[in-house]
């Protein structure tokens, strides 16, 4: 009893559900393609909040290779450019009065991408 009968009130007919052939599964599609969506922006997401830590690792190591080439500790400069990121490019500047350290790595996702992540540090020179 899914359709409205003549005995029925009009306003009740209106509530009842219409079977139709043609709109049988397009929920289920509908939900499909959402949940593929969402599965495809969390891991984007994800992505992303890597790239934000390994920003923070570059920073951080050309900070510590900054530090002790100011100090002119070069074994300890040596020793901190070991730890950083796989792949990663070092280049340091050295000026008269001043030691700048610029830490750079590329990165992608699939088609996403190259996306190039650097961290920069410069530090004053002790004693020289």
Known sequence: MNRATKDQPRAVARFLPVTNAA???MVTFELAIG????CLA?????WGIGLVGLQAR???????????LGRDDEQAAAQARGRVPDGAA???????TE???LVSVERSWGAFGPVTIQGRAATPTEGR
Do not use: D, F, K, W
């Open 23 to 25: 709109h049988r599964g």
């Open 42 to 46: 969390t891991a984007l997401l994800g």
């Open 90 to 96: 070092v280049q340091v500047i050295e000026a008269a």
């Open 35 to 38: 949940l593929l969506a969402a």
């Open 99 to 101: 030691v700048t350290v």
């Open 58 to 68: 570059c920073t951080e190591s050309a900070g510590q290779i900054a530090r002790q």
